[in-house]
């Protein structure tokens, strides 16, 4: 790309030089940020709005507009904006993320959402697509990160942050010019990372396929088989047993939170809740405490070889497994997550795998409470799985199949999340080069292809 005739210094270490003719000024002198509704004062109260919850914006700038409601009922407590405004959420890690948008097709042209977003309103010299880009570019998410106040997953970006965040402002024609041409290339980016995003979806079902194969089918397909009455199985190797969960293990329930421990001896201990216990691995970035008395703490312990369960939560979350090998000690579980103590250690591996299959899911989906996007499973449930048993040698080599086969695909998904990743990368330098006139891109023709960008960006 070229580059404009002259640049002089912008005054700003971080900035740098700037084309000779773009002005620097704060945000706030040409966009308002959070502005009244009193643009929407003239409407009926029962007039339907659009309704954006966080997850209705997309990273890539798209909008999910299915929900509307009447103004009456978000008008207190929602965040207000109207076509033509840009929302940047502001709490971690949406804002990393680059969560916002350019708002376009909102019911009656206005809209409601999360508090979560800080909107801001372009002025009479300021485009609102090149607004939107402004704040998708790397060097206002970057600098962000390190004006975002609160702990943990709380952390957000202040309004003053946007307010006085310095811009090189070109004139409104350029910035027409800056905002085509970046819509141009980054429509062929988004289409790149849409490509490799089911691409991720397709080798996820391909592992879970994978893995349901070998755990119910074995590695000999000259073995004779047998017919199965169990749900979503129609035949088995025929030498395999079957054998409820309760002849194999204890099932242990959790501690509910909110018990009444006012004059009891209590002390705090980490507890493991649904959000810690994923499909076949723990997330344990964030573990809560909670006051338990002191004669209840045993009854609630976590073992070495305990294979944990979700009680529920969404039907992702129902049933999944994985195994407990005392990553913190010591530590409890909530009543969400069921402790499967199995009377032989070496069968804990084989009853988390066995947990992750299809028929597992089928099993609990079919036996589970179900909700709107909510499910839960009784522990006399969980004690009734039927759980397939190969031989123990058999049974050992087919989990060695089953580690062999993920790890392939694993190695996979990485390698494509790191191309996304690349890909994102670009998107957000290119912004940056663009919206501060690192590059010329007056009379740009749009002329790229997607070839190009896979080349850039490997």
């Known amino acids: 790309m070229k580059h404009y005739p002259e640049y002089r210094n912008s005054g700003i270490d971080w ?40 997850e209705a914006i997309g990273d890539d700038g798209s909008l999910r507009l299915d929900e509307t409601r009447p ?18 959420a502001k709490i971690t890690p949406c804002f990393e993320n680059g969560k916002g948008a350019h708002m ?13 977003l800080i909107v801001v309103r372009s002025g009479k010299r300021c485009r609102p697509d090149f607004l939107y880009y402004l704040t998708q570019a790397s060097h206002f998410r970057k600098r962000g990160e ?10 957000r970006v202040p309004d003053d942050y946007v307010r006085d965040f310095p811009v090189a402002w070109p004139s409104p024609d350029e910035q027409v010019d800056i905002a085509d041409f970046l819509a141009d290339q980054t429509r062929e980016v988004d289409a790149l990372i ?83 216990v994923q499909d076949g691995h723990l997330n344990l970035e964030e573990i809560s405490y909670l006051p338990v008395a002191k004669s209840e703490v045993s009854r609630y312990l976590l073992k070495p070889f305990d294979v944990l369960m979700n009680e529920g939560g969404d039907y992702d979350k129902l049933g999944r497994g994985t195994i407990w090998h005392g990553e913190i000690e010591p530590c409890i579980h909530q009543n969400h997550v069921f402790a499967v103590r199995s009377h032989e250690k070496e069968d804990a591996y084989w009853l988390a795998a066995i947990s992750r299959t299809s028929y597992a899911k089928f099993y609990f989906m079919g036996r ?32 060695r199949a089953v580690t062999d086969h993920e790890a392939k695909v694993d190695a996979l998904v990485e390698h494509v999340k790191e191309h996304i990743e690349l890909l994102r990368e670009y998107k957000s330098a290119l912004i940056s080069e663009a919206v501060t006139g690192q590059i010329d891109v007056r009379g740009y023709a749009a002329t790229s292809s997607e070839a190009s960008f896979e080349g850039q960006a490997a």
């Not at 390190?146 to 952390?155: A, D, E, P, R, S």
């Not at 199965?228 to 969960?245: F, M, N, T």
């Open 368 to 399: 589970a409470k179900q909700s709107t996007n909510l499910a839960s499973i009784s522990q006399r449930n969980i004690v009734e799985f039927p759980v397939l048993l190969p031989p123990r040698e058999e049974r050992n080599e087919l989990l």
């Open 104 to 116: 376009r097709g909102l019911a009656n042209g206005a809209g409601f959402g999360t508090t979560e």
């Open 146 to 155: 390190g004006f975002m106040y609160g702990t943990g997953g709380q952390k």
């Open 194 to 276: 849409a490509e490799k995003e089911e691409l991720l979806r397709l080798m996820a079902e391909f592992r879970a396929t994978g893995t349901t194969e070998i755990l119910t089918k074995g590695l000999n397909h000259e073995a004779p088989m047998r017919k199965c009455d169990l749900p979503g199985l129609e035949e088995i190797p025929a030498h395999w047993s079957v054998l409820r969960l309760k002849f194999l293990a204890e099932v242990q329930s959790g501690i509910a939170k909110g018990k009444d421990v006012d004059g009891i001896d209590t002390v705090s201990m980490p507890y493991l809740r649904v959000a810690n």
């Open 15 to 54: 900035l740098g030089e700037v084309p000779e003719a773009w002005p620097v000024k704060r945000l706030k002198f040409e966009a308002t940020l959070n502005p009244s509704r009193q643009s929407i004062a003239h409407m009926d109260r029962d007039e339907q709005v659009s309704f954006l919850p966080m």
């Open 71 to 88: 103004i009456s009922e978000v008008e207190n407590g929602y965040t207000f904006f109207q076509d033509s405004d840009v929302t940047i």
